[in-house]
């Protein structure tokens, strides 16, 4: 008698998980307040893949172009995943990846294997 209200217990928090998920992602996409919310961008072609095909295709130059005209130096776009913040602004480009960027330094075991890859003498004839 104990195992069958356990089971049912359990079995009802499962439901309540499966069903408050996506009502919890209902309630913060419809009433939620997002800084990128306020910038343009295309509208998506599908509601399952977004924008993502126009943007990520081998012929995708045309909507860059008409992207970075049409909406300015930072548009938003709607990808499958959710959104993405795409820039052509070099300024903030420089600003990403040289004066924000952690600096990168190895770890004491991929010191030592580098160490000990280089120890290695080269077959004869390779330079």
């Not at 309630?27 to 943007?55: I, Y």
């Not at 049409?70 to 990846?97: C, N, Q, V, W």
Request: aromatic share 12%; hydrophobic share 45%; charged share 15%.
């Amino acid at each position: 008698m104990l195992r069958s209200d356990l089971t049912q217990v359990l079995q009802v928090a499962v439901l309540t998980a499966i069903l408050s998920v996506p009502l919890c992602v209902l309630f913060k996409h419809t009433f939620g307040v997002h800084p990128l919310d306020n910038l343009p961008g295309p509208a998506s072609a599908s509601w399952l893949k977004g924008s993502f095909k126009e943007m990520f295709s081998t012929q995708n130059w045309d909507f860059q172009a008409e992207m970075g005209s049409k909406y300015g130096p930072d548009p938003l776009l709607e990808l499958s995943l959710g959104r993405m913040l795409y820039t052509f602004d070099a300024k903030a480009m420089h600003h990403i990846f040289v004066k924000a960027s952690i600096p990168f330094s190895l770890s004491r075991l991929a010191n030592a294997w580098n160490q000990e890859a280089m120890s290695y003498e080269q077959p004869p004839g390779v330079q």
